[in-house]
């Protein structure tokens, strides 16, 4: 891995992108990673990442990375929807 990532910031550095660009492109693929690996939980994803949530809130809107594009499909429906367990039920009375 160490080998790629030599490779590819010198292949940034003979392409004149300036460290700040590079810095910000590789901080967005990560959170990014980490994001998709966790369905755009940011509670999750800022767990792994070892930083606090709301650090992590604004670093994605400093990104702007729509995490709104991940989390589709993963919604749960309304409680009202929901069947209801046999434990569950059992539990209440």
Do not use: W
Request: hydrophobic content about 35%.
């Amino acid at each position: 891995m160490k080998d790629q990532l030599e490779a590819l910031v010198l292949q940034m550095y003979r392409s004149n992108i300036l460290y700040a660009e590079g810095v910000r492109e590789f901080k967005k693929r990560f959170i990014l990673t980490v994001l998709e690996e966790n369905k755009g939980n940011q509670c999750r994803a800022a767990r792994e990442l070892g930083m606090h949530r709301n650090t992590l809130s604004r670093t994605i809107n400093e990104l702007r990375i729509d995490v709104r594009q991940l989390r589709e499909g993963e919604k749960r429906p309304p409680r009202s929807a929901r069947p209801v367990s046999l434990d569950k039920k059992n539990a209440i009375r």
